[in-house]
């Protein structure tokens, strides 16, 4: 017997005949004898749909409605699916954020998960009841209900899965695993059997839509074994059920040794804002980014442009597109304090990334990317590197090119 979460996305939550689906494989852990809780997303669209609302209900809105408008997309999932469990004659039960609860800290929109709970949904566990829980949402300290972000679902089940002792955490997608890159792009793309906490967490940084960051991260501080399967096959149908994310420990050193490149990610959530003209000086950098991590904007690459004549320089930085208003309000407001001329903003912009363990015993790989990106034309606007990723900012349009002549430049082709 073991102790499973499995996380259910929105397309598998899309409508009834779904929902149906997803409590037919709920059923049948529960009929291997597994102790099973599940953790579900909104409806797909439906997020999207009740963003759309608080847009219109104002352009800088509340944060802390915001929460209580969104998290209602899982509620709604969440009570349909306990009750098709139910009329299946499995004994289940919705748990809301709030009645764990898992309590959050931080910021609405964006909050973080602190603790959950888990002494009443262990004991649930054990005497045989699934439960229902719905992603994405919490409690602060106040009381008031608050959401994870976007994607925040995922982060949810493997907060659960840490929380509760889970053997594994399952997460169903639409895709049947992590590949070396978006199978729609290059249909020679191979899917992998294994990946380290490491390479996912850097994938999903930069654009990999598999997997949320945060539930990346969590599980690798958690040691949560995470496996990302495919809702939409029937059980038997695919020999190699999915990608499994474990510590590099799990992975064969052999398997390590071969492997220099395992993907090659894109994002063209990115949007490039330039300050002009900013005050070369000590402590302007931490002026503009300082009210930036305040307003909780993540900031990806940044550049500090030569000076000009010691005096002045332009500064460059990227942050997601949902984030370019307000973080243009924020320098804004800062301005008499920075100091800058003007604002300049660029939404057509990608980044493109190569991801690998490899990289750490291996030189040469940012060479080969920049050559392979220079031989096609390709012009690169920024760079950024960690130890196992090189990432560079280009051209909105020519993503799709970059993504199969780097596939291909490291071998990656199946």
Not at 4 to 33: H, L, P, W
Not at 36 to 65: H, I, N, Q, W
Not at 226 to 251: A, K, M, R
Request: overall charge negative; glycine content about 8%; aromatic content about 4%.
């Amino acid at each position: 017997m073991a102790r499973i979460v499995m996380k259910f996305g929105g397309t598998s939550m899309a409508g009834m005949e779904r929902i149906r689906n997803v409590a037919n494989r709920v059923k049948a852990e529960v009929a291997r004898g597994n102790e099973v809780a599940v953790v579900v997303s909104a409806m797909a669209g439906e997020t999207d749909r009740l963003v759309g609302f608080c847009k219109e209900a104002s352009a800088l809105y509340d944060p802390a409605e915001y929460d209580v408008v969104v998290a209602s997309g899982e509620q709604v999932t969440s009570g349909l699916l306990a009750m098709t469990l139910k009329a299946m004659g499995v004994d289940a039960r919705s748990w809301l954020g709030w009645q764990i609860p898992i309590r959050t800290v931080e910021t609405h929109a964006k909050a973080r998960i602190e603790s959950i709970d888990s002494e009443t949904l262990i004991a649930a566990m054990k005497a045989g009841q699934v439960a229902v829980i719905p992603g994405f949402q919490g409690m602060m300290d106040d009381g008031r209900i608050s959401t994870l972000g976007r994607g925040g679902s995922d982060t949810s089940a493997v907060a659960v899965a840490a929380a509760v002792k889970a053997d594994r955490c399952d997460i169903y997608t639409d895709v049947d695993g992590v590949y070396t890159t978006d199978p729609r792009i290059v249909s020679r793309a191979r899917k992998l059997g294994k990946v380290t906490y490491e390479e996912m967490l850097e994938l999903a940084s930069v654009g990999s839509k598999v997997l949320q960051t945060r539930s990346v991260a969590l599980a690798m501080k958690e040691r949560v074994r995470v496996q990302v399967l495919s809702s939409f096959d029937e059980p038997g149908d695919n020999p190699e059920p999915g990608t499994l994310i474990v510590s590099e420990e799990e992975i064969e050193g052999s398997d390590m040794e071969r492997q220099l490149i395992t993907g090659i990610a894109h994002d063209k959530n990115e949007a490039k804002i330039v300050l002009t003209r900013v005050p070369d000086r000590p402590g302007i950098v931490a002026s503009i980014f300082g009210p930036l991590a305040d307003a909780a904007i993540n900031v990806d690459m940044i550049i500090q442009n030569v000076g000009h004549s010691g005096i002045v320089t332009d500064v460059t930085f990227t942050v997601p597109r949902s984030d370019v208003a307000r973080s243009i309000d924020v320098l804004e407001r800062e301005k008499p304090v920075i100091g800058f001329e003007s604002i300049i903003t660029d939404a057509e912009v990608a980044k493109v990334s190569v991801v690998g363990v490899g990289m750490r015993s291996h030189a040469g790989v940012a060479a080969m990317m920049f050559k392979t990106l220079a031989e096609r034309g390709i012009n690169i606007e920024a760079i950024s590197t960690s130890e196992i990723k090189v990432s560079v900012l280009i051209d909105e349009d020519e993503t799709e090119l970059a993504v199969r002549v780097l596939h291909t430049a490291y071998g990656l082709d199946g």
